[in-house]
């Protein structure tokens, strides 16, 4: 099955449950409509976007699981442990929370993202096959996290892996999220990941892209914060050759708080790219968003930020940081932070810096002994220290720290870096 028409919208539709049938044939009704991303598109600005579907195929049986990666390890006691591969379920096991696939859930609202977002969007909602759905219930308390890894194996395919997390009021847990893919293998995941978070509720979810060079992700995440609740979302970004972020957090009950932290370290030709709303309904909420990268080689990176404060969400507070360190004569960083504010009791602010590593910290080093290849390491590992710290799910600071680190090395003995 390779042709992204009606005959094969029907074939995929004959396994899904009734209930997704329709949702399926009104999204392929949008995705027939719209154009694929061309870069001209003020929401696709700066990006390069060469995985067209006519080159795509989608995946009859998902391959096999790949070798173990070095995040997954780093974790100790977990709540239980989520296999995706190729956008299809193939292990979904937890004794503590409730996970079900696909056809194991009654109707409800497949896609929080609306099909006209975009093509890929409406492709996610029109060929999506399974997905995830874990329920974490009322005043129910999990310490461990939850692990999910999504992979993807095959060649030349497309896949739409999704996840929905619920979680009852007054609940507590952890997610983390792994994206994997198949060295060398040019191939294209479009996940879509819902969180919705219910009063009273505190969520520590994280997601690592890392897959090879080769693959893509274009990821449309969507967190939902109800009353008093607390969601700290985590994001490093390591793989791909396009790896996007699509993020939306809306602050709609009085009180909710968010934390977006992240880092990206982009090498060759990559482009990590982050596109974030954070939207405050409710009064009296809070927000931050603090993201570091580097970029080196002929990589690129790209953060626009929206902070949009509603009329009525007085007493707001929010902040929003994004800090690049450019490596390479050759790379490129664009950091675009905004804000819409409709009401006048806030607090609020924003900050952005594209620049190599500071000549002035680099001279102090030097001055005190240490050799330049040695002060700018020292500089690398501040720079990224302050976000590896903040990341909401512990034990993987070491295997963050080490793979930027290493990239950073590499480069530098090779002479790749200005």
């Known amino acids: 099955m390779t042709a992204f028409d009606a005959d094969s919208l029907v074939r995929l539709a004959s396994t899904a449950p009734s209930w997704r049938k329709a949702q399926m044939e009104a999204a392929f009704e949008v995705f027939e409509s719209l154009e694929e991303p061309t870069g001209v598109e003020e929401d696709w600005r700066y990006v390069d976007y060469d995985m067209p579907f006519a080159e795509l195929s989608f995946v009859a049986e998902p391959g096999d699981p790949l070798p173990s990666g070095p995040f997954l390890g780093a974790i100790g006691g977990t709540s239980g442990h989520v296999l995706v591969i190729d956008g299809q379920v193939v292990e979904a096991d937890s004794d503590s929370i409730r996970v079900s696939r696909l056809s194991e859930i009654d109707a409800r609202e497949f896609a929080v993202v609306p099909p006209d977002h975009n093509k890929l969007a409406a492709a996610h909602s029109a060929f999506a096959v399974d997905g995830v759905f874990v329920e974490v219930e009322a005043g129910q308390v999990v310490d461990a996290p939850l692990v999910i890894e999504v992979q993807g194996t095959r060649p030349g395919s497309v896949s739409f892996p999704h996840l929905s997390v619920e979680l009852g009021q007054n609940a507590e847990a952890k997610v983390l999220l792994v994206y994997r893919s198949a060295e060398g293998e040019r191939l294209l995941m479009v996940p879509e990941v819902s969180l919705n978070v219910g009063d009273g509720a505190n969520l520590r979810f994280m997601s690592v892209q890392g897959l090879d060079h080769a693959a893509s992700a274009v990821v449309h995440q969507r967190v939902r914060l109800g009353r008093d609740s607390t969601g700290r979302i985590g994001e490093v970004g390591l793989g791909g050759k396009l790896g996007r972020l699509d993020l939306g957090v809306q602050l709609e009950g009085d009180g909710a708080s968010s934390e977006v932290v992240g880092l990206y370290f982009g090498e060759g030709n990559q ?16 927000s931050d968003v603090f993201l570091k990268g580097a970029v080196e080689d002929d990589a690129q990176s790209v953060f626009t930020g929206l902070l949009r404060i509603e009329k009525d969400a007085q007493k707001t507070s929010t902040f929003e940081t994004n800090r690049n360190l450019v490596l390479s004569d050759n790379a ?19 900050g952005s810096s594209v620049g190599p590593l500071e000549q002035e910290h680099l001279y102090y080093l030097q001055s005190r002994g240490l050799g330049k290849e040695r002060a700018e390491r020292l500089l690398i590992k501040g720079f990224f220290r302050e976000v590896i710290d903040r990341l909401p799910i512990a034990g993987l600071e ?11 090395v590499e480069a530098q003995e090779e002479g790749r870096v200005a």
Do not use: Q, W
């Open 271 to 286: 482009t990590l790219d982050y596109r974030m709303l954070i939207t405050h309904i409710g009064r009296s909420t809070t």
């Open 332 to 350: 490129k960083a664009h950091s675009v932070p905004n804000l819409e504010i409709l009401c006048d009791d806030v607090v609020c602010g924003h």
């Open 398 to 408: 070491e295997p963050v720290s080490t793979e930027v680190f290493r990239r950073f």
